[in-house]
Structures are given as structure tokens and as C-alpha cells.
């Protein structure tokens, strides 16, 4: 609740500048540190995490900064030192000292991605070169067909394909089917 001259704000639990009793800024995002290396399956660790706390439009930059006048500037200034403090306790002490003096969230994280982020092409034939060489050799099928999953998965990751917003075209199906195929091939 805020008091804004004689009215009272009140945040929401479904509002975005909500926060939950239970959020504590000391806690890191996710399990495993980011050390600059595999920044795909960080972020997408990290989206995940700040999904399931409603806080992703502060990475997208959807959720800005109000004005100075805005008597929900307090609870987006508290939303933002919230997570950004998630972020940089998720972060190794090397890539953490590198980003320590961003004011919000959504420049370190934009930062995050342009520093780290550029290596898509290279993780994507590393990922290719595996799924062309996979084998099942001694392992069993279900461990095969996990192995072979998990690199689909990472490489549909890291190989983003634009999709059509018209929905009447059809386009989309098509590269679904032909994803399909190449990963039967």
C-alpha cells in the first residue's frame, strides 16, 4: 500500500510490482551459476525462474520505469533492486563483477545476452556435429532416445525460427513438419 496524498495504492497479487512475502532478494535465481559459458540454457533457466515469480517483463523491458511523479515508482524501484539481485547472485564472481553496476534488470540482462549471448552459432554446430554423430552403440534405447531428445531440444534452442503471426497461412505447421523431418533424418 501507498499513500499518494489522500489515496492508498494498492498492489495486487497478480500485479506485476507485486511481491511475494516469501521473495528474498539474497536467494539466486537458479541452481547453477552463469560463468560466461552455455548463456542459452542459463537464460532459459533464469526466464523460467522469473516466470514462475510474474517478474519476466522486467527483462523484456516491458515493465519501465514510471515517472518520477508516479506514486509506483517505489514499487518498481523495490521490483527492480529485487531482480537484479537474483540475477547477480546467479551469476559467477567473475561475470558478476562485470555487470555489478547496471541500474536495471533489463540493461544487465540486454548486457548479458549481447556479451554472452553471440556464441548461438557456434553452440548450434556444436550441437549439429553431436546429433550427426550420435549413436546408440551400448546404450539402451530409452537413453538413446533422451540423448538424442535432449539435443533436439538444445538445438531448437539455440536455432530460433521466426514464425508467421498470420495464422491462416499455414507456414508454421509447415516448418513443424519439416523440423520434424530433419530430425527423423
Request: hydrophobic letters at 35%.
Amino acid at each position: 500500500m501507498a499513500l499518494n496524498g489522500n489515496r492508498v495504492h494498492q498492489i495486487e497479487a497478480n500485479d506485476l510490482l507485486f511481491i511475494h512475502p516469501s521473495d528474498n532478494p539474497s536467494l539466486p535465481l537458479v541452481e547453477n551459476h552463469f560463468n560466461g559459458e552455455n548463456c542459452d540454457n542459463w537464460k532459459r533457466s533464469a526466464m523460467i525462474a522469473l516466470s514462475a515469480k510474474h517478474k519476466v517483463a522486467f527483462m523484456t523491458g516491458k515493465c519501465s520505469c514510471p515517472d518520477p511523479c508516479s506514486p509506483l515508482l517505489p514499487f518498481w524501484q523495490r521490483n527492480n533492486a529485487m531482480v537484479l539481485s537474483w540475477l547477480l547472485n546467479s551469476l559467477t564472481e567473475n561475470v558478476r563483477n562485470r555487470v555489478l553496476y547496471f541500474d536495471t534488470a533489463y540493461d544487465l540482462w540486454k548486457d548479458l545476452e549481447e556479451r554472452f549471448g553471440q556464441s548461438n552459432k557456434a553452440t548450434l554446430f556444436q550441437v549439429q556435429k553431436e546429433v550427426s554423430c550420435l549413436s546408440q552403440g551400448d546404450l539402451a534405447i530409452a537413453s538413446y532416445c533422451t540423448k538424442a531428445k535432449q539435443l533436439w531440444d538444445e538445438c531448437s534452442a539455440v536455432n530460433t525460427v521466426p514464425l508467421c503471426t498470420k495464422c491462416e497461412c499455414g507456414v508454421n505447421g509447415r516448418l513443424v513438419k519439416y523440423t520434424e523431418e530433419q530430425r527423423l533424418i
